[in-house]
């Protein structure tokens, strides 16, 4: 079987251990961390989603990937999308959950709500299907891990403040995106609505569109093992 | 010599009462009358002039989406005052130079200032605070850099006089930098810098800079002075006390009661700084992963008086102020000890910012204030 690059989202990295055990089961996996959600203090010239979207490509080239697929959430998603416009030589499918980085609506519209803004409780019911279930816990986590959710706001905004969470241009450069796509999406993103993951699924040359019950903007942390199927099932077929 | 500089941060507290939760970012401008705006703006500006004929200088500020504080562009109270004005020195403290898209638009308003007023500009360089993030939609993870990125060509663009050069840097473009006027003081007029944290008194303190500290009380004042004279030292720069700025709140009457009430509504302005929902006090990257987990888990704000205890800062009295070395008030004699008694405390300073007007304070109280400052207490603050 080929190899998958999964590539992360933005926030709650630490959480989709289990959503990996069940796609690197048997599988050549390769989930790196971005850099900065690394521990490492990026390059100051290396800030923006173009950067990773080179570096992933260049992994794919060292790794002599032939036919991979890319999993992507959200921010991985965005990442994905740009590696496939420049080059899809090696990408023979991606699995994209709720993928963010295309700007569809008009200029005094948000296609995804204003995280660093909104008061702590209603960004983890825009991320969350079940907050209560599922959101860490500010007030019973620790210093450490308070500090660790700090730390990935901070390099979500250093790869993502302005324009915010898209590239204004990728919209126009979809078409080169010819590779058969999955666009899994959580039927309670209040991040990135579904109605959104649609409009975009219409934008990509090769897409079908799903919804993930139960499940907000990351379904491979809160329906690790239904997103998992989804993506495998993808995998087999596509 | 002391240097007393008189600050107001030009209030629209008419419309406190209609907004409970937040004063800031958010907030509806249908809540601002332009007519009560109007009689204010003069107001504030009437008594920033009577400044000049006091013996204080000047100080102005901005802020954004805030109905505590309308001075929105500091350089138009500025512009009228270096008109208005003979003899105050005029401080801006500051102009947010890396949550403006136009660095060399900020040299060429500090350097027409300059002119008009006839040499009597002080340039204020600022962060801005947290809250100032969401208005100019900056991005807080490169805040630093884009700020020293400003400072370093805002002070070339004042002091290149052989015709424009270029620039090319990570936040700014530019073909033709060519900055006219060039400014009246030379090289340029003096910088300040506002500090928060050791860490940023450092780096200031490697330029030599005047740092002011901004209501940092008995506590937290002597650490950002020290860091600055240490580095300043390494830098073999001979840091005077004439480098340091401390912000305070001043309310002097003819008796201790009314000194302390005037001090009392000044405090509103402390008070009201909290006011505002608790996201926008850490964008993401604006403070290091470690102070911004602390505001996450708990985004109160306390104070500390000289004793260590502490209080929040929206409930503080005008005693816990003074405990805290953040108000001085009373008679003009018992404000001269005070002052006397933490400029000692904190190693020693010869700029003393002074909100002498804010909140609900009325215009005459404020004139009042002014004045009897400036007659029975200035002579001997001057001295000190």
Redesign the interface.
């Known amino acids: 079987m080929s190899l998958v690059l999964f590539l992360h989202g933005e926030h709650f990295t630490a959480m989709g251990g289990p959503f990996l055990d069940r796609l690197g089961a048997g599988r050549e996996l390769h989930a790196p961390l971005h850099p900065g959600y690394d521990g490492t203090a990026p390059d ?1 010239g290396f ?1 923006s989603v173009d950067d990773l979207a080179y570096r992933y490509l260049d992994l794919l080239e060292e790794l002599d990937a032939r036919d991979a697929t890319l999993v992507g959430a959200s921010l991985g998603g965005w990442i994905a999308l740009e590696m496939a416009v420049r080059d899809r030589s090696r990408i023979a499918r991606m699995a994209l959950l709720a993928p963010v980085g295309v700007k569809l609506s008009g200029r005094e519209e948000r296609d995804f709500a204003d995280l ?5 409780a209603e ?1 983890a019911r825009a991320l969350f299907h079940d907050p209560a279930g599922w959101a860490p816990d ?2 019973a ?1 620790d ?1 450490a891990g ?6 990935e ?6 790869y993502g ?2 324009p915010y969470m898209h590239n204004p241009v990728l919209a126009k450069w979809l078409h080169r995106a010819a590779v058969p796509t999955l666009l899994l999406w959580g039927g309670s993103d209040g991040f990135a609505a579904p109605d959104y993951g649609r409009r975009l699924a219409a934008c990509l040359p090769d897409a079908r569109f799903e919804l993930v019950p139960g499940a907000g903007h990351y379904p491979h942390i809160e329906r690790a093992d239904a997103t998992a199927d989804a993506v495998l099932a993808f995998m087999e077929n596509a | 010599m002391m240097q007393v500089w008189h600050f107001s941060e030009m209030a629209y507290h008419p419309g406190w009462e209609f907004l409970n939760e937040g004063l800031r970012n958010v907030i509806p401008s249908r809540v601002y009358d332009p007519e009560v705006g109007a009689d204010l703006y003069h107001r504030y500006l009437d008594e920033w002039a009577l400044c000049d004929r006091l013996g204080l200088n000047i100080m102005v500020n901005e802020h954004h989406a805030t109905a505590t504080c309308t001075t929105s562009v500091c350089t138009i109270p500025m512009a009228i005052l270096a008109r208005e004005t003979r003899k105050a020195r005029l401080l801006c403290l500051g102009m947010p130079i890396g949550n403006r898209m136009d660095a060399v638009r900020v040299a060429e308003e500090y350097a027409m200032l300059d002119v008009i007023s006839r040499g009597r500009v002080e340039m204020g360089f600022v962060k801005g605070a947290p809250f100032e993030i969401n208005p100019a939609n900056s991005n807080p993870a490169e805040l630093e850099e884009r700020f020293w990125e400003a400072h370093d060509l805002i002070v070339k663009a004042l002091t290149s006089h052989d015709g424009p050069f270029n620039w090319e840097g990570r936040h700014y473009h530019y073909r033709e930098v060519n900055v006219w006027p060039r400014p009246w003081q030379q090289p340029h007029p003096p910088i300040w810098m506002t500090v928060a944290s050791p860490g940023s008194a450092a780096r200031i303190g490697r330029k030599g800079y005047v740092i002011a500290a901004l209501n940092t009380g008995y506590i937290h004042t002597p650490v950002v002075y020290g860091a600055y004279r240490e580095s300043a030292a390494e830098a073999g720069i001979a840091a005077g006390p004439d480098r340091f700025a401390y912000l305070c709140i001043i309310g002097v009457g003819e008796t201790e009661a009314e000194g302390k009430r005037r001090a009392h509504q000044i405090l509103d302005y402390s008070r009201t700084t909290p006011r505002v929902q608790p996201q926008f006090f850490y964008p993401p990257g604006y403070s290091p992963a470690g102070p911004t987990a602390a505001m996450i888990r708990s985004p109160d704000r306390f104070i500390q008086r000289r004793d260590g205890s502490s209080f929040l800062m929206q409930d503080g009295t005008v005693e816990d102020f003074m405990a805290a070395g953040v108000a001085f008030a009373g008679t003009p004699a018992q404000v001269i000890e005070q002052v006397e008694e933490f400029a000692r405390a904190v190693g020693g300073f010869e700029h003393l910012l002074m909100m002498g007007q804010g909140g609900f304070i009325s215009h005459e109280d404020t004139v009042a204030n002014l004045t009897l400052f400036s007659e029975e207490a200035l002579p001997a603050i001057r001295g000190m």
């Open positions: 100051p800030r660093p803004f909104l008061p702590e960004a500010l007030a986590l210093e308070v500090e660790a959710l700090a730390l706001r901070q390099w979500a905004a250093w403040w302005k």
